[in-house]
């Protein structure tokens, strides 16, 4: 398989994130992940900027800065001012009991990329390794709000190990809180040997999303947008084959492709509307 990638270098400018080689731009540090690479190539195992010897590793500082000394006699022995305000602990969501994920849904912590499997083998606890706190890019420095570590270079930034251990966090209670039930928009046409079926929602939640397949039927649940939820069972016209039939996430609707057992024409998508 052929290696897709950015063959330029990450560019930030006033709150939009991208790529040099190429024109999308996202918002959210999140959305900037997704953006596929523009190119094709052969995979490496070179590292990308290994012609830059002076890389910095200002990590090794952060203990050792001096503490500031006093200017004159009245501020050594001026009253200590009053303590800085603490920061406010990062918010850290979990998974509500009992909550059922989806199969290969992939963990949402910062800097882990673990897919479900089973309720045993990937809830249990200190499984997941992670960042609580938020991108922080400040003067060329690139690190986390919720530890020392700082990186100049975006690939070394994205080394750096979480700093908190817990369980993984698959589909979160501020999600569960903010599902709404929604109705979606849909069509279908067919060929000889399949029938094609759009849903459409955009910004599908691709790790939270699922679709099975039944002899007669389909099973959908969608979480898309700002956490609407659609929710649904076609009976379909007639027999398909389950293994055979396949769906895919597209930016504005979910497709789903269903194989046809007997070769006839579906005169309705349903069942019931015959």
């Known amino acids: 398989m052929a290696c897709q990638y950015h063959p330029g270098k990450p560019d930030f400018h006033e709150g939009l994130k991208g790529w040099t080689c190429c024109k999308p731009r996202e918002h959210s540090f999140d959305d900037f992940m997704e953006i596929k690479g523009c190119q094709l190539g052969l995979h490496s195992n070179e590292p990308k900027h290994n012609d830059d010897p ?101 690939d070394e930034f994205m080394k750096i190990k979480g700093c908190v251990r817990g369980r993984h966090l698959f589909v979160g209670t501020q999600l569960a809180d903010e599902i709404k039930a929604e109705k979606c928009r849909r069509d279908f046409y067919q060929m000889a040997n399949d029938v094609i079926v759009s849903i459409y929602a955009k910004k599908i939640k691709r790790d939270v999303s699922s679709l099975e397949f039944g002899a007669d039927s389909v099973r959908v649940h969608l979480v898309y947008g700002d956490g609407k939820v659609y929710d649904d069972t076609i009976h379909l016209y007639a027999e398909i084959d389950p293994a055979a039939s396949s769906f895919e996430f597209l930016s504005t609707k979910a497709e789903i492709k269903l194989v046809k057992k007997a070769q006839v024409q579906w005169p309705t998508l349903e069942k019931d509307n015959a």
């Open 54 to 154: 002076f890389k910095a590793d200002l990590t090794k500082y952060d203990d050792v800065l001096p503490e500031p000394q006093p200017e004159n006699v009245a501020e050594a022995i001026a009253p200590p001012a009053s303590a800085p305000k603490a920061p406010e602990p990062d918010f850290v969501d979990e998974d509500p009991a009992g909550i059922v994920v989806a199969a290969g849904a992939k963990c949402k912590r910062n800097d882990c990329n673990a897919v479900f499997e089973s309720e045993e083998r990937s809830h249990g606890a200190e499984q997941c390794q992670f960042h609580p706190g938020k991108v922080l890019f400040h003067e060329g420095n690139k690190g986390w709000t919720c530890c020392k570590p700082r990186a100049t270079d975006f």
